[in-house]
């Protein structure tokens, strides 16, 4: 077996340095790499590996080997992802820093031809220093990724039917009736708005739905808000959610006297139950017996919730990965509903703030569950400061330390067979002035202004031209 290993890692290194060796055909060009750097990692004008070929289909899409997982790039070559988030243009644009960029840009305004024309330069230019190949789901800045076929690198595109993301504090209308026909035609609806004019896109990695959305018990409570179980019980008798709780609720109890021991309630039949509107507080659960009954009801309900989803998108849009929501491995998300979204996604698109031992056990807890490739959609390591005394991420001592962690945990994932990429938080610093983030800041790995930060940029630069090394 050992003599079997070193000869595959034999060949892979082999593989992998006939990769260093060979010629380039294709550079980045106006939307990416610039050709000498193209040339010098030997890297297709998507970040692919030049050394590592798969069938090409003119979109990203993934693939096993037989030896580790892969991003494809539309050329045909092995692509990890290795970028960032936060790129939102208005960042650029506060009290704190609005003056600093017009100056820099040469504009009257922020978002005029020259703040816009500016942005996307300096965009592309601090990407390229830093050897970053791509942009997470948390991008807000048209201007780098239109118009379709456009985009200054590979970056994740938004397809959100329902607007669950836990950062918008979603009302309790917001967890539709999945289960009614006016959820497909509200797919339906965000599909021709949002994905139909992309679908011929090669720039997308792929499509991701809401940003850790609360769904279960524990995240409702920690957000304020509610879940599927909770909301469609409550409904009318007409709704079709009703009924598809009434009809699981009959399964799980052998009568209504069963019931209405754990519920606390009188009903006499089970077309009472059907019947009744706001019959329970929308309340955690009281009882062991409830909080089974709504964790077993959510799995139905998030089937429902991506089969009508994916549906829809896959009517106007078969080119394109679907990675379902980002879910919050920070939670009890995964261990909720990640057994139903395996079915459905291409990519299980996680977001965990932890270190590397901690994201290792996460992973090595899921990897046989999803049997998919990991994407990390969002997490950091940060450093307090006056400004951003709250930054999002365990918080190291200074920024070498920061960047230590950082490396140990890019490489160590990176060497994973189930890991195909990282998409940090975030790219820009803001301030505790900012509306929005009195009270939490996201860091990034340049200051305000666009000083980045040595130890960081160090980092990351390596990581970016060591990446096929460390994966292979």
């Known amino acids: 077996m050992e003599e079997k290993n070193q000869a595959l890692r034999s060949l892979t290194r082999r593989r992998f340095m006939g990769g260093v060796m060979s010629t380039v055909g294709l550079a980045y060009g106006s939307t990416g790499l610039s050709q000498g750097s193209a040339i010098k990692l030997q890297r297709d004008r998507f970040g692919g590996h030049l050394g590592m070929k798969f069938a090409a289909t003119g979109f990203f899409r993934v693939e096993h080997d037989g030896h580790r997982w892969w991003f494809v790039t539309p050329l045909g070559h092995a692509f990890i992802a290795f970028g960032v988030n936060h790129y939102?243009?208005?960042?650029?644009a506060q009290d704190y820093?609005?003056?600093?960029?017009l100056?820099?840009?040469?504009?009257?305004?922020?978002?005029?031809?020259?703040?816009?024309?500016?942005?996307?330069?300096?965009?592309?230019?601090d990407l390229n220093r830093l050897g970053l190949n791509s942009l997470g789901m948390h991008t807000t800045a048209p201007m780098l990724t239109n118009p379709p076929g456009n985009a200054v690198m590979p970056y994740l595109a938004v397809y959100e039917p329902l607007r669950l993301s836990h950062y918008l504090g979603p009302e309790?209308?917001?967890?539709?009736?999945?289960?009614?026909?006016?959820?497909?035609?509200?797919?339906?609806?965000?599909?021709?708005?949002?994905?139909?004019?992309?679908?011929?896109?090669?720039?997308?990695?792929g499509y991701c739905m809401a940003d850790c959305p609360a769904l279960t018990d524990s995240e409702a409570e920690r957000h304020r808000t509610t879940t599927w179980p909770r909301r469609l019980r409550n409904l009318g008798e007409q709704a079709a959610g009703k009924r598809a709780y009434v009809n699981f609720i009959r399964e799980r109890y052998p009568n209504i006297n069963d019931f209405n021991g754990v519920y606390e309630t009188s009903f006499t039949h089970w077309e009472d139950l059907l019947r009744a509107e706001n019959w329970r507080s929308d309340?955690?659960?009281?009882?062991?017996?409830?909080?089974?009954?709504?964790?077993?009801?959510l799995l139905i309900c998030v089937d429902r919730y991506y089969s009508v989803a994916k549906a829809a998108l896959r009517k106007v849009d078969k080119n394109?990965?679907?990675?379902?929501?980002?879910?919050?491995?920070n939670t009890d998300a995964l261990d909720g509903y990640l057994s139903v979204t395996r079915h459905y996604t291409d990519v299980v698109n996680v977001q965990f703030y932890g270190r590397w031992e901690e994201q290792q056990a996460m992973m090595d807890r899921w990897s046989n569950v999803a049997d998919q490739p990991f994407l990390n959609g969002d997490s950091a390591y940060t450093v307090p400061t006056a400004t951003m005394p709250a930054p999002y991420g365990p918080h190291a001592r200074d920024h070498a330390e920061r960047a230590k962690w950082t490396r140990d945990f890019m490489e160590q994932a990176?060497?994973?067979?189930?890991f195909v990429g990282?998409?940090?938080?975030?790219?820009?610093?803001?301030?505790k002035t900012m509306i929005g983030k009195e009270n939490a800041q996201h860091q990034g790995i340049m200051t305000t202004s666009g000083n980045f930060y040595p130890e960081m940029e160090s980092v990351i630069a390596d990581l970016s031209s060591r990446l096929y090394e460390i994966a292979l």
Not at 88 to 92: D, F, I, L, T
Not at 176 to 194: G, H, M, N, Q, Y
């Open 320 to 329: 394109h990965l679907f990675f379902g929501d980002k879910l919050n491995g």
């Open 172 to 205: 309790p209308e917001a967890y539709f009736d999945i289960f009614s026909s006016d959820f497909a035609a509200l797919c339906d609806a965000e599909v021709k708005k949002t994905v139909a004019p992309y679908a011929n896109d090669p720039m997308i990695l």
């Open 97 to 101: 820093n609005r003056q600093h960029w």
């Open 414 to 418: 990176t060497a994973r067979d189930d």
């Open 88 to 92: 939102h243009a208005e960042w650029w």
């Open 103 to 125: 100056d820099m840009f040469d504009a009257a305004e922020p978002f005029d031809e020259k703040w816009n024309a500016g942005f996307r330069e300096q965009a592309l230019k």
């Open 283 to 297: 309340a955690k659960p009281s009882s062991l017996f409830e909080l089974s009954d709504n964790a077993e009801f």
């Open 422 to 431: 990282w998409h940090m938080c975030g790219i820009i610093d803001t301030s």
